[in-house]
């Protein structure tokens, strides 16, 4: 049975930096499949950055050039580093396996003086 639990998420000023991580257990033999995506209070959940199954990476616009997707394949964990936050990048930000369709259970992140 594979799981996904993030951690990492937490209250920062605008501006601050977080690293969210996000572990993988059971019969995960790929990270290529792998994702973050975040829900806002009232908004629907999107697509923040992910891996392609050729290994490369993808990033919303809305986030290009500040997070940076990387993972430790033999941690089996996936890593999203958020810098120069800003209040709009409050949500739930949640980890994704789309071979397994598997969510993990959300970490809340939290941009505000």
């Known amino acids: 049975q594979v799981q996904l639990v993030e951690s990492g998420g937490g209250l920062v000023q605008p501006g601050g930096s977080l690293r969210l991580s996000c572990a993988a257990s059971?019969?995960?033999?790929?990270?290529?499949?792998m994702g973050w995506y975040r829900q806002a209070p009232g908004k629907q959940r999107e697509l923040v950055a992910g891996f392609t199954s050729g290994g490369s990476t993808n990033y919303a616009e809305f986030v290009k050039g500040r997070f940076t997707i990387s993972r430790d394949n033999a941690k089996k964990t996936v890593f999203l580093q958020m810098n120069s936050l800003k209040p709009e990048d409050t949500a739930v930000y949640y980890c994704?396996?789309?071979?397994?369709?598997?969510w993990g259970q959300g970490t809340q992140v939290t941009v505000s003086s």
């Open positions: 994704y396996d789309r071979l397994f369709a598997i």
């Open positions: 059971g019969n995960i033999f790929s990270l290529n499949t």
